[in-house]
């Protein structure tokens, strides 16, 4: 399978297979007999040098986005194994060509309206760019000159080695990747996927300009590429333009693509521990799995579906809602291009570790000993199409999926024939690859743990015009009707795909709390999944998930609420449950118990983690005295305070219709679906929530907080109050965030380019009902806080003191306009955000605004802005450095 699902990408190659997906391709079971998977009508082209060209004429009006991938992952770097020399040459392809100082790519892009990224994983490294339709061929020509001519300047390269360092200590602070490292680490003995993508610190260190230089000529070759386009382009056309372009390309290299490299028998049980300054406990299983040259892989991925996927999946079941033993598990099937692992993953407690890993093991001994029952297998399916189907509303999600099906299956359509060919596994193939893969002697244990030293514990101490929308887009109009009871509903019809999003919208979230009931929206937002007088948890979620679909809650500043996907057929099935929630909801004790106890887990997780520790102190500082300095989730005091008497009267007292929208967006029929919502919630009884005052006070002095983290890496915040959601300043605080901070802004490319005083950085800004903020951040290393909090300041003086140039004005737009159409795609987004739009009194047609508001600013008004609220006499500061290091 060529499917993001669950974050990891299934990656492998095998021509005798291919023949059998098409074999097995007519025998297609009910799952799929509902839905027609769309067809691909990809274009291609092999030129003669090996380079893989592929197009696609799809996606939203005025935009195309290119995917180039290579391979050239960790596992291919040879002599230079565990270096993560292909993760280097990737960051130095952005710093200059021949013809191309530092700098130009990521403004030249930016002044295409468009973005460019990169990534490297085991086996390939992928560049991904969108940009307007009409700046194709300058793209291409673009990516060409990065592909060929590269100059890996020497002052770059060690800047560069600087930032990849931040990125590796980054990654030893985060539990998941250190536990995952380590399993790979463990589970392999001798096959290069045990070396993690990034490198090793050390063996990093020793690389030379000449080994990247080396490496570069060697692996970027184009008998090692396949470039997609997918967007709104002439498929002919386009590969007409790329193959005017990469025809005189460098010359190819037939070697041998892979490494061969052999990984012998696992004979026994490995083991590892770690410990590190958490709250929680990791705990992770793997056992060696398939590559796609083996049919096993088919029944391996529904087995990790009926086992770990979802709320009704078997350890979820048991080892969550029956027994208590964890906060969170996962299970999947990663199989890169050669052979992978079959990995469990949970969050636990320390003391829980033992009887989780039983459990878990007990559970893989029923489903070996017992037939897997007809609905899980029907679930399991039903799941592997919708990922299919829901990863084909973005353009960059399919560019991606077909140029990856190319290069490692040489099929762009390996994807679709994937989906056909899961639907034929069945109860036996499920059977018999549990017992033949998750055995014994085929595991590995990794335990993560907090440190044991001490008890854990609390760490509070072109031309604008050239993107104009379309007449297409203008018509894709979101309908709106007001039902009697003072209910608000939205309706979009949109064919692409046959899936639905559905959002359930209510005014509430932290402006309505305090100290005392701080955490009740999120708390009832997860409650509302877990009871009706006529569903239990597994009917509601568990039910949603089995037909392919996802529910879920959320909470934020000033709302919250539900958000639904499913397939087309599945629409009545989701809104009678979507009813029975909001009228019946029971909030049953044992739940509402489970309930707080993971988001007191959460709590203690989030705690955990540099940038939400960091970000939940700034929002202290900054409004101290407002509901908007609480955290979203609340703290173990109030949740723990809160009764279940307290959530039906919140319940009964915001869910009622003049508080809601209910916005419905996908392959609909606007009166069909009209006509069911006044059914089930035109009899709602009218009612009315007034809203508090907002009582909070301004910042009145520079509020400056430090922390200590067992962290490498240390986190500069700098945060701003500004203004209200409804505040047309919000436009221009949109650009000043672009011009400073940008792929190409001013903070990119003196902190991080030019001084190597940061690995990430950026701005972001918040806006709430009732106030606002803007906060910069800087990722950075200890010795060097001083010096780019100093850089930071220098560059607010510098905004807030002089106009920004038109040259920037203009790429800032055209980035902000472009990533907004980006988000323009999928259904959820306009589900999600016209319902909240609509709630908070902007309407429900302001997303199709925004393009409008944002060529209105003009550099006065940026300025304006900055020298209004970049005010450094009044703002919040968080300074996270790591906790000095006492021999033990």
Request: aromatic share 8%; net charge negative.
């Amino acid at each position: 399978m060529v499917i993001a699902k669950l974050f990891r990408i299934r990656l492998a190659v095998s021509a005798s297979l291919i023949f059998l997906l098409n074999a097995i391709a007519c025998g297609a079971v009910s799952a799929a007999e509902k839905i027609e998977l769309p067809e691909e009508a990809v274009s291609k082209k092999v030129l003669e040098n090996g380079l893989i060209i592929l197009a696609k004429d799809s996606g939203p009006k005025g935009l195309v986005s290119l995917n180039l991938k290579i391979r050239a992952g960790s596992r291919l770097e040879g002599e230079y194994l565990g270096s993560g020399i292909s993760h280097l040459v990737e960051h130095m392809v952005f710093k200059g060509t021949k013809t191309r100082r530092v700098g130009d790519i990521e403004k030249e892009i930016k002044s295409y309206g468009g973005f460019l990224n990169a990534s490297t994983s085991k086996d390939l490294t992928e560049y991904h760019v969108s940009v307007s339709s009409e700046y194709l061929s300058e793209a291409i020509s673009l990516l060409k000159d990065m592909m060929m001519n590269s100059v890996f300047d020497i002052r770059e390269l060690e800047n560069e080695k600087e930032v990849i360092l931040k990125e590796i200590k980054l990654n030893e602070d985060e539990p998941e990747s250190r536990i995952i490292k380590l399993l790979n680490e463990t589970a392999y003995l001798e096959h290069p996927y045990r070396y993690p993508t990034i490198g090793y610190e050390e063996t990093f260190k020793r690389l030379t300009r000449k080994d990247v230089v080396k490496f570069y000529n060697r692996m970027y070759v184009p008998n090692r590429m396949v470039i997609s386009m997918v967007g709104a382009v002439d498929a002919s056309k386009a590969i007409a333009i790329a193959e005017a372009e990469f025809k005189d390309f460098k010359l190819p290299d037939y070697g041998p693509f892979g490494s061969g490299d052999f990984e012998p028998t696992q004979l026994t049980t490995r083991t590892a521990e770690a410990e590190m300054d958490i709250n929680l406990s990791y705990l992770t299983m793997g056992f060696h799995s398939t590559s796609l040259l083996d049919y096993d892989l088919f029944a391996m991925d529904i087995l990790a579906n009926i086992l770990g996927r979802g709320d009704n999946s078997r350890l979820n079941t048991v080892l969550f809602k029956n027994r208590a033993l964890v906060h969170l598990i996962s299970c999947w099937n990663h199989t890169p291009q050669e052979p992978g692992l079959f990995t469990i993953l949970a969050l636990t407690d320390r003391e829980k570790m033992d009887g989780t890993e039983k459990a878990i093991l007990e559970e893989i001994a029923k489903i070996k000993e017992m037939p897997v029952g007809d609905d899980e297998l029907r679930a399991a399916k039903r799941m592997v199409l919708s990922d299919y189907l829901y990863a084909r509303q973005t353009q960059e999600a399919v560019a991606s999926d077909i140029s990856l099906s190319q290069i490692l299956t040489g099929d762009h359509e390996f994807s679709n024939r994937y989906v056909t060919a899961v639907q034929r596994v069945s109860k036996e193939d499920i059977n018999n690859v549990a017992t033949k893969y998750l055995t014994d002697k085929n595991l590995t244990v990794v335990r993560l743990a907090p440190r044991s030293s001490k008890t854990a514990k609390d760490k509070t101490c072109a031309s604008l015009a050239a993107q104009e929308q379309s007449e297409d887009a203008l018509k894709d109009i979101i309908k709106k009707e007001t039902f009697p009871n003072g209910l608000r509903v939205l309706l979009r019809e949109d064919t692409k795909t046959p899936t639905v999003a559905i959002t359930v919208a209510i005014l509430g979230g932290l402006m309505i709390e305090d100290k005392m009931t701080n955490g009740i929206s999120s708390l009832t937002g997860e409650m509302l999944l877990k009871g009706t007088q006529s569903k239990n948890e597994s009917q509601i979620k568990g039910y949603i998930e089995s037909l392919g679909g996802n529910i879920s809650a959320f909470s934020g500043f000033n709302g919250f609420g539900l958000n639904v996907t499913v397939l087309k057929p599945d629409i009545v099935t989701a809104l009678g449950i979507l009813q029975g929630i909001l009228t019946d909801s029971t909030f049953p004790e044992d739940e509402i118990d489970k309930t707080k106890t993971r988001m007191l887990a959460m709590l203690k997780n989030d705690d955990d983690d540099i940038f939400q520790r960091g970000f939940n102190e700034l929002r202290r500082q900054l409004f101290p005295d407002s509901p908007y300095g609480l955290r979203i989730g609340g703290e173990e005091e109030s949740l723990k305070s809160l009764t279940r008497d307290d959530l039906m009267r919140f319940y009964k007292s915001y869910l009622v219709p003049a508080n809601m929208v209910i916005a419905v967006s996908g392959d609909i029929d606007n009166s069909s679906v009209l006509t069911m919502l006044k059914d089930l919630f035109g009899s709602l009884n009218a009612a009315t929530q007034e809203m508090p005052e907002y009582k909070g006070g301004k910042i009145k002095k520079v509020n400056l907080t430090d922390l200590e983290m067992e962290k490498e890496q240390s986190l500069i915040l700098m945060g701003f109050e500004t203004t209200d959601i409804k505040n047309m300043d919000r436009y221009a605080l949109d650009v000043l965030g672009s011009v400073l901070s940008g792929h190409s802004g001013r903070l990119f490319n003196k902190l991080r380019d030019k001084l190597s005083l940061a690995y990430t950085l950026g701005a972001a800004q918040k806006l709430m009902l009732d106030t606002g903020y803007l906060v910069f951040y800087i990722a950075t290393t200890e010795e060097k806080i001083e010096a780019a909090k100093k850089a930071l300041i220098g560059e607010i003086r510098e905004i807030c003191r002089k106009l920004p140039s038109d040259g920037e004005i203009i790429l800032a737009k055209k980035e902000l306009m472009t990533n907004h159409r980006l988000k323009l795609q999928t259904n959820l987004f306009y589900s999600f955000a016209s319902a909240l739009d609509e709630l908070y009194g902007l309407g429900y047609d302001n997303l199709y605004k925004y393009e409008a508001e944002i060529k209105k600013v003009t550099k006065e008004d940026v300025k304006r802005v900055a020298r209004k609220y970049l005010n450094l006499n009044l703002y919040a500061q968080v300074i996270v450095t790591p906790k000095p290091k006492h021999s033990e």
